[in-house]
């Protein structure tokens, strides 16, 4: 009762993992999207039951990171077909699998020079993403990823801007896209969505910003993610896009122990979509709740105001990018470890 309520509202429910089986549950459940990462793949791959595909990859030659991305693919193309009917009856508005591009171009001591940075992001979402359509490219808004988006998008990758924790990583990012959507022949097919973490920004005020009244701690990653909301609305609004420029809700599972499972899902419900992870999901169909449009409920001005006052957006961004990057690139190293080691097992 739970999911299909908050669908009532206007959310669509997009999963947070690409694991086969997972996907069509959710699917059941009126999920008509997912998103992919290294570390959803390393945990499918940690079931076992890829290693047959795993060994055979290798043994043709591949490497490590040849077999992940490899298996990436092949498990992101699995996924859009379960959603590939959802992207049919909506014309391409909806039914969308998200397909991270390399990571490792955001590690510290790994990535190359900013502009080679940027044409690694164009040549790799173009190889990654043309001539799939119901596929979206996930970008994160770093410098080199916020340098690559307009390129992108006037070649006609659909994308999913992701690690977005500010408003100026948010106006950056959107007035790329919009750049290089004008450059299309069409905006026909052209879709594109903004990731906005949530639960990391009350991580970040509960420690960065301890003097918060009760009333506002635990409130600015929902607040933030409510204003990003409503600059996005207006924003397209005049646009005359066929598909809608949209907002994802991400990190949506609580970090706190004493938050109700669905305490972001509740708050950002009826526009847009919720990327969910699998757990937050049973535990809100669990719950059986009924919910109710919340998105554009703001607290009161007095909170909002104490927010504005206490909360420094330039060093909440650069603290919460500092470690974006490390857990965008770090699990992508996991994975070919993980994959070495399953090489090794499997000779």
């Known amino acids: 009762m739970s999911l299909k309520s908050l669908i009532a509202t206007g959310t669509k429910l997009w999963l ?36 047959d595909r795993l060994g055979a990859l290798a043994a043709q030659g591949l490497d490590d990171a040849g077999i992940a991305w490899t298996l990436t693919d092949y498990l992101v193309r699995q996924a859009q077909a379960v959603f590939r009917p959802v992207w049919d009856q909506t014309r391409g508005n909806d039914g969308y699998v998200s397909f991270e591009v390399d990571p490792l171009l955001e590690d510290r001591h790994l990535a190359p020079p900013l502009p080679e940075r940027i044409q690694q992001y164009i040549a790799l979402g173009k190889q990654w993403g043309l001539e799939h359509p119901n596929r979206l490219i996930k970008v994160p808004a770093t410098g080199a990823g916020l340098g690559a988006l307009e390129e992108l998008a006037a070649a006609g990758i659909n994308l999913n801007v992701t690690l977005i924790f500010s408003e100026r990583q948010y106006r950056l990012a959107r007035e790329a896209v919009w750049r290089g959507a004008q450059r299309r022949a069409s905006l026909g097919r052209f879709k594109t969505v903004y990731s906005i973490f949530v639960s990391r920004v009350d991580v970040y005020t509960e420690k960065h910003v301890p003097q918060l009244s ?5 409130q600015v990653g929902i607040v ?91 060093r909440m961004e650069a603290t919460l990018m500092d470690e974006g990057t490390a857990k965008f690139a770090d699990p992508h190293k996991a994975l070919l470890q993980l994959i070495a080691s ?3 097992a499997l000779k």
Not at 214 to 218: E, I, N, R, V
């Open 16 to 51: 947070d993992s690409i694991d086969p089986a997972l996907t069509v549950k959710n699917r059941t459940l009126g999920a008509t999207g997912a998103t992919s990462n290294p570390i959803i793949i390393s945990d499918i791959l940690k079931t076992g039951r890829f290693d």
């Open 214 to 218: 009760p009333a506002a701690q635990g």
């Open 224 to 314: 933030n993610a409510q204003r990003l909301w409503q600059l996005n609305q207006a924003f397209w609004q005049d646009k005359r896009c066929p598909l809608q420029q949209e907002i994802i809700f991400a990190s949506t599972g609580t970090k706190k122990p004493t938050d109700a499972p669905d305490k972001y899902v509740a708050a950002l419900a009826g526009s847009d979509i919720q990327t969910n992870p699998p757990a937050t999901n049973d535990a809100v169909e669990q719950l059986g709740r009924t919910y109710t449009r919340q998105v554009d409920q703001l607290p009161p001005p007095a909170v909002l105001a104490e927010i504005d006052r206490l909360v420094d957006q330039q």
């Open 342 to 344: 399953k090489r090794a």
